[in-house]
C-alpha cells in the first residue's frame, strides 16, 4: 500500500493505516491475553495466597511465605538439585554427540541418507512412547537389560536400574538424550553446511590439519548453531517429565523440578505451593532463556 | 486511503454482527443445573466419570427405562482423581456422576465439591448400603453411594500351593515365611506379589500389613504411631524390606504398581498376592484374561497369631455440586444400586456390589466366587480411619508414596522413612 507523506490527507492516511494495524493485530493480542497472561497472573495470584481451608487454614494472602516454604522443604529442594543434574549431564551429552554426529555426517558417504532418516526416528517419537520402550528395556524382572548381562554372566541376579540414586538419573538422562540427540544433530549439521568450503580451502593452505581445522575454523563458525542447540536442549532437560514418570513413576529418587510440581498440585491438590513451584521454575527458566539469547547474539553480531 | 476506509466499515460492521450473535447464543441458553426432585429427566444427557467399565447393554438398559441418555467415560484412577482434582478447584463442570473415593472424603466433603446424597437420592437406597456407607459419611452426611465393596484380602494359586505341598493358605506371618520358602524350594522363584512403586496402589500393603498386625497408623487425635521401632507400622515397613532383601518378591516390585503385581499372578508367576480386592477372583478364573484359570482362590489375611485385621476401601458415586442434571443423576445412582444391575455389572466388571440385598442375592445364588472366605474376612474388615478419611490424606499419601518406596528400594532406612513421614503427617495435622 502506498500513501503519501505530507500534508494532511497523507497524515490521516498514515492514521488510519495505524489504526488498521492495530486493529488487525488486536484479536491475536486479546487471544494471548486470554491463553497466557489470564491464566498467568491467575496463577500468580494464587502462588501468593494460603492454601485455603483444605489446609486449616483461612483463604488469604500470604505474600512470599509459598515461595520460601517450597524452597525450604527438602522435596522440592532434592528436586531442584535433580533437575540441575538432568539439565547439565543432557546438555554436555547432548552438545558433545551432537557435534560427533553432525561432523560425521556432514561428510558426504554411501547410505547417508537413509542413516539420516534414521537419525530422526527417536526424536519422532512422543517421549511417552520412547518411555515405554526404554522401560522394556530397563524392566528389572523381564528386561532386555538384565536379561542379556544375566546370559552373558556379567550379574548374576536381576538389577534394579532404576533404584539408585545418581545410576538411575543417569539413566533416565541416556533416554532423554536418545530422544533429543537428532534435533540437535541437525541443528549442528545445518551449521556446519552452512561454512564455505574456501574457508577450509584457505586453511588448509595455511597449513591446518583436521584438528587445527576443527579447532580454529569449525568451532567459532558453528558457534549460532552451538547456541540454539544449547538454548534447545535446556529447555528441553528443564521440562523433562514423561521419560521419568514413565520409567519410575514419582519416586523421589528421579523426581525432577515438574514432576514435583505435578505432585504437589494435582495429586495432592495444594495448589498454592504447587503454582509457587511453577513459578520459580519459570523464573529460572527464563533467566537461562534470557542468558542464551544473550550467546545467541554475541555468536551472531 | 479509501480502501483502509471500507477495510475499517467491514471490520467494525463484522465486529458488531459477531457481539449480537454472542448476545443473542447466551440469552437462548438454558442455564439451569437442575436439581429440583420435580425435574422431568425425560431426554437429558448424563455424564458419568468412572475407572471401569460399564458394558453398552447395561447403560442402553438404563436409558430405555429413564429416558436418559448416558455419556460413559472411562479414565484411569489417578487421572480420574486429578481431573475430578482440577475441575472441582476450578469449579467447573466434569461430570454429573463422578467417581468418589473412600481417600476423598475429608478433602471432597470439606472442600463442599460434592452434593450430600440424602434427599437427592432414595432413601431407601441409601438404607441398603448403610454398612459399606460409613466411609463416605462426613459431618452426619453421606457423600457417596458405594458401588464397589473393595477391602483387601489375599488370594493364592491353589496349584502351586499344592505342588509346594501346602494344604491351607497360612494363618500367620510365621506360617507365611514357611511357605514361601516351601515354595521357593518348589520352583517359584519369587513367591509373593507385592506392589511397592511410589503410588497408591504401592502404599496400600503397608496400610493392611500394619493392621494386620495387630496396630493402627493414626491414634484417635491423628497422631502417628508408625514411627516407633516397636510399632505395627514399622515392623510392617521392615517386613516390606526384608521380602525384597530375601527374594520374597521380585526385584521388580519396587517399581511395581497393583495392577502389574496382579498380572504377575495372573500370568503364574507368583504364587499370593497378599492384598488384592475380592472383584479379582472373578478375573484370575476368567480364561480369557488369566493363565491360572481355576487355580486362584481367596485366603485370609495372615496376623500375628491368627487371622489379621484388613480395611475396607470402598469406591462409591458422588454428584459434583456442579452437576448440570442432578435429578438425573441421582436416578442413575439409585439405578446402579438396584441389586440386579449392582450383580450384573459385578458379573461383567468385577466391582463387588454394596448393597445388602445384592450381597445376599449373590450369596444365596452361589454366585459368590469365594464366598466363605469372603464372609469369614468381613468381621476383620474396618475402614482405614474410622472418622473417615481426614483433609489431609493426600498429602500423607503423597509423602507416603515417596518414602515408603525409597525405604524398600535402600536408599535410607525404614526408621529414616518413617520418622520423616510421622514428621510431615504431624505437620498436616496441626
Not at chain 1, 75 to 103: C, F, K, N, P, Q
Not at chain 2, 72 to 77: D, N
Not at chain 2, 402 to 427: F, H, I, R, T
Request: aromatic share 8%; glycine share 10%; proline share 4%.
Amino acid at each position: 500500500m502506498r500513501f503519501r507523506r505530507s500534508g494532511g490527507g497523507g497524515d490521516r492516511a498514515a492514521r488510519e493505516t495505524q489504526i488498521l494495524g492495530w486493529i488487525l493485530v488486536a484479536p491475536a493480542m486479546l487471544l494471548v491475553a486470554a491463553l497466557v497472561l489470564y491464566p498467568l497472573t491467575q496463577g500468580f495470584k494464587q502462588s501468593i495466597r494460603s492454601g485455603g481451608f483444605l489446609f486449616g487454614e483461612l483463604p488469604g494472602y500470604v505474600g512470599s511465605r509459598n515461595y520460601r516454604d517450597v524452597l525450604s522443604d527438602q522435596t522440592s529442594r532434592d528436586a531442584m538439585r535433580h533437575t540441575v543434574e538432568y539439565v547439565l549431564l543432557a546438555v554436555s551429552l547432548e552438545l558433545v554427540l551432537g557435534i560427533a554426529v553432525a561432523v560425521t555426517l556432514h561428510r558426504v558417504f554411501r547410505g547417508r541418507g537413509i542413516v539420516l532418516a534414521i537419525l530422526i526416528l527417536p526424536w519422532a517419537l512422543p517421549s511417552v512412547v520412547s518411555g515405554v520402550l526404554w522401560r522394556r528395556v530397563f524392566d528389572p524382572d523381564n528386561g532386555l537389560l538384565n536379561s542379556v548381562l544375566l546370559n552373558l554372566h556379567v550379574i548374576s541376579e536381576p538389577h534394579v536400574w532404576l533404584a539408585s540414586g545418581r545410576g538411575a538419573i543417569v539413566y533416565i538422562t541416556l533416554v532423554h538424550v536418545w530422544g533429543v540427540l537428532p534435533l540437535v544433530s541437525l541443528v549442528l549439521l545445518a551449521g556446519l553446511q552452512s561454512i564455505p568450503d574456501e574457508v577450509y580451502s584457505a586453511s588448509a593452505v595455511d597449513g591446518a590439519g583436521p584438528w587445527r581445522q576443527f579447532r580454529y575454523v569449525t568451532l567459532p563458525l558453528l558457534r549460532p548453531s552451538i547456541a540454539i542447540a544449547l538454548t534447545v536442549g535446556t529447555l528441553l532437560a528443564i521440562s523433562i517429565f514423561d521419560e521419568i514418570y514413565v520409567l519410575n513413576g514419582t519416586a523421589l529418587n528421579t523426581r525432577s523440578i515438574l514432576i514435583q510440581v505435578y505432585n504437589t498440585t494435582f495429586v495432592t491438590a495444594d495448589f498454592a505451593h504447587g503454582t509457587a513451584l511453577a513459578f520459580l521454575l519459570a523464573a529460572a527458566t527464563a533467566i537461562l532463556g534470557g542468558g542464551y539469547a544473550l550467546l545467541l547474539r554475541r555468536a551472531t553480531v | 486511503m479509501l480502501g483502509t476506509r471500507r477495510v475499517l466499515i467491514g471490520l467494525a460492521t463484522a465486529a458488531l454482527t459477531l457481539a449480537a450473535a454472542c448476545g443473542g447464543s447466551d440469552s437462548g441458553s438454558s442455564g439451569g443445573t437442575g436439581g429440583a426432585s420435580s425435574e422431568s429427566i425425560r431426554g437429558q444427557t448424563i455424564t458419568v466419570l468412572v475407572p471401569y467399565a460399564m458394558p453398552q447393554s447395561l447403560l442402553a438398559k438404563f436409558t430405555a427405562e429413564t429416558g436418559v441418555k448416558v455419556n460413559y467415560v472411562r479414565t484411569g484412577w489417578d487421572a480420574t482423581h486429578n481431573k475430578l482434582l482440577v475441575a472441582n478447584q476450578a469449579k467447573s463442570y466434569i461430570a454429573d456422576v463422578a467417581e468418589f473415593d473412600w481417600s476423598f472424603t475429608g478433602q471432597f466433603a470439606g472442600a463442599q465439591w460434592v452434593e450430600p446424597l440424602d434427599g437427592l437420592v432414595d432413601a431407601k437406597t441409601l438404607a441398603d448400603l448403610k454398612s459399606t456407607d460409613a466411609a463416605f459419611i462426613s459431618g452426619g452426611k453421606t457423600y457417596a453411594a458405594c458401588y464397589s465393596n473393595d477391602f483387601r484380602v489375599s488370594m493364592y494359586n491353589t496349584k502351586m500351593f499344592a505342588k509346594a505341598g501346602i494344604t491351607e493358605f497360612p494363618r500367620t506371618f510365621d506360617e507365611l515365611a514357611a511357605d514361601v520358602q516351601k515354595l521357593k524350594a518348589a520352583g517359584v522363584q519369587y513367591p509373593l506379589s507385592i506392589p511397592m512403586a511410589a503410588t497408591e496402589g504401592g502404599v496400600t500393603p503397608w496400610y493392611l500389613l500394619t493392621l494386620a498386625m495387630g496396630g493402627q497408623l493414626f491414634d484417635d487425635q491423628l497422631a502417628p504411631t508408625f514411627s516407633d521401632s516397636s510399632s505395627a507400622g514399622y515392623q510392617a515397613l521392615q517386613w516390606e524390606a526384608d521380602a525384597v532383601s530375601n527374594g520374597w518378591v521380585s526385584p521388580g516390585s519396587v517399581a511395581m504398581d497393583d495392577a502389574v503385581a496382579f498380572d504377575k499372578f495372573t500370568a503364574g508367576e507368583t504364587a499370593i498376592v497378599l492384598a488384592t480386592g475380592p472383584g479379582n477372583m472373578a478375573t484370575a478364573n476368567d480364561k480369557s484374561q488369566s493363565n491360572i484359570a481355576g487355580d486362584a482362590a481367596l485366603g485370609l489375611v495372615p496376623g500375628v497369631d491368627g487371622p489379621g485385621a484388613s480395611f475396607g476401601l470402598p469406591e462409591g458415586l458422588s454428584i459434583p455440586v456442579t452437576a448440570k442434571h442432578k435429578a438425573a443423576a441421582a436416578a442413575f445412582i439409585e439405578w446402579w444400586e438396584r441389586p440386579e444391575n449392582a450383580i450384573a455389572i459385578y458379573k461383567t466388571q468385577g466391582s463387588l456390589p454394596c448393597g445388602a440385598s445384592a450381597i445376599k442375592q449373590l450369596a444365596d445364588s452361589g454366585e459368590l466366587q469365594g464366598g466363605d472366605v469372603l464372609n469369614a474376612e468381613l468381621p476383620h474388615v474396618s475402614p482405614l480411619f474410622s472418622a473417615g478419611a481426614p483433609i489431609w490424606y493426600s498429602q500423607f499419601s503423597s509423602d507416603a508414596q515417596g518414602l515408603l518406596n525409597a525405604a524398600v528400594k535402600g536408599q535410607m532406612s525404614v526408621g529414616d522413612a518413617l520418622d520423616q513421614l510421622a514428621s510431615k503427617a504431624e505437620s498436616h495435622n496441626q
